[in-house]
Nanobody, 121 residues
């Protein structure tokens, strides 16, 4: 199995910046997708940014221009940097990975436990 651990969440001021990190560990043969989702109070979970192997990184319209996702393939980590933070960015942020455990296993999705980001006004 795969475990995802997020870090970097906390309380930040409106207009500030933050960096979230996610480390994947466990039985990992190949990672196909890495990215970030978030869920604000009273809202459904939504995509923030995802990067697909062999493809581009896609950002949600709400964060485009303010967010940058970076993947370190060798370390199985992914980070999310955001600036010009708004109160509307307040949410629990979840790391998301699609990976396979061996050459004969189909890929499976995994979720981190989530890290709270609160942007104060």
């Amino acid at each position: 199995q795969v475990q995802l651990v997020e870090s970097g969440g906390g309380l930040v001021q409106s207009g500030g910046s933050l960096r979230l990190s996610c480390a994947a560990s466990g039985s990992i043969f190949r990672i196909y997708v890495m990215g970030w989702y978030r869920q604000a109070p009273g809202k459904q979970r939504e995509v923030v940014a995802v990067t697909i192997s062999g493809g581009n990184t896609n950002y949600a319209d709400s964060v485009k221009g303010r967010a940058t996702v970076s993947r370190d393939t060798a370390k199985n980590t992914v980070s999310l940097e955001m600036n010009s933070l708004k109160p509307e960015d307040t949410a629990v942020y979840y790391c998301y990975v699609v990976s396979s455990s061996s050459a004969v296993q189909a890929p499976s999705p995994y979720w981190g436990q989530g890290t709270q980001v609160t942007v104060s006004s």
